[in-house]
């Protein structure tokens, strides 16, 4: 069960339109590192997780991403929406146009479809919990490289340096989320079972 | 003197700074699941939050539907009110 809200998490008010950046920041909506892959990555983890804890941190991350992912789709969204054709033609924003004209679709920056390939549910406790601190990294560097290349547009700035610091705070909930898995675990070896599958419960 | 426009973004402003505080204390709280001050801090802001959404919903249509019973206007504003993706009107 989901509620919405009708309001976004963090303000987006974008004045000039820009295809090119549209291009860029739309791999965070569906990209390898993005926030849809994101969202799906956690939510889909967290039904086999044995530790209630850890599911309320992917239940409300995962949330959290779906606020994120409306936010990028946003940018990219109001980076669109007032296109003339020449802009199209001239900005490499065509092949888009194409397909989707000002449409959302999910697809990276170098125009791959998204795809649940690019997460992981491994039912296994470790190994999901370190995938999901991996992903938070690899979404920071992405936003980074994306603040590199608005640095001269303070509307599209901002809310990109919140999606940022966001990033990081997740991947302290998941460490954090880690551990406690690991404090339920045999401390000499913590692969000794599976917390998801092998029926032996500390 | 303020524009109304102006007032909604201010009430919308001061929802969202609430809201962030009540998404980090959830997620903090799911891994210090015993630390009272912050159960404490996360209810009172819940409790803030709560009211600013009864009012907002009063002024301008709901931003949720379990705020709907306070809403007094002759139009589904939900729908007619606008979203989020498009920006300061």
Not at chain 1, 44 to 69: C, W
Not at chain 1, 180 to 201: G, H, M, T, W
Not at chain 2, 51 to 64: N, S, V
Request: with cysteine.
């Amino acid at each position: 069960m989901w509620n919405y809200e009708k309001r976004l998490q963090f303000p987006v008010n974008i004045k000039e339109p820009n295809a090119k950046l549209a291009q860029s920041i739309m791999s965070q909506y569906g990209g390898p590192d993005g926030e849809l892959g994101a969202s799906m990555r956690y939510i889909s983890q967290r039904y086999t997780m044995p530790y209630r804890e850890v599911s309320a941190v992917l239940t409300d991350i995962g949330t959290e991403e779906l606020a994120h992912l409306e936010m990028v789709s946003t940018i990219v969204h109001q980076l669109t929406r007032d296109l003339s054709m020449e802009e199209i033609e001239n900005s490499g924003f065509a092949n888009y146009y194409t397909d989707h004209t000002v449409g959302i679709w999910p697809m990276a920056a170098g125009g791959i479809p998204f795809s649940s390939t690019e997460f992981q549910s491994k039912g296994d406790a470790i190994t999901d919990l370190h995938e999901d601190m991996a992903a938070e990294q690899k979404a920071r560097s992405t936003y980074d490289n994306i603040l590199r290349l608005v640095r001269d547009y303070p509307d599209v700035y901002e809310p990109i340096k919140f999606l940022r610091a966001r990033e990081i705070v997740h991947y302290q909930r998941f460490g954090e989320a880690l551990r406690i898995v690991q404090d339920k675990l045999d401390s000499k070896n913590f692969y000794a079972f599976n917390p998801e599958f092998d029926r032996c419960k500390s | 003197m303020m524009a109304p426009g102006n007032d909604r973004m201010r009430m919308l402003h001061d929802i969202g700074v609430m809201g962030f505080v009540i998404v980090e204390m959830n997620e903090y709280l799911d891994t210090h699941p015993t630390d009272k001050n912050a159960m404490d801090y996360l209810a009172h802001y819940v409790r803030m939050k709560n009211q600013a959404m009864k009012e907002y919903a009063m002024k301008y249509g709901p931003l949720r539907i379990s705020d709907a019973d306070n809403c007094s206007q002759n139009e589904w504003k939900w729908a007619t009110q606008p979203w989020p993706w498009e920006g300061e009107c």
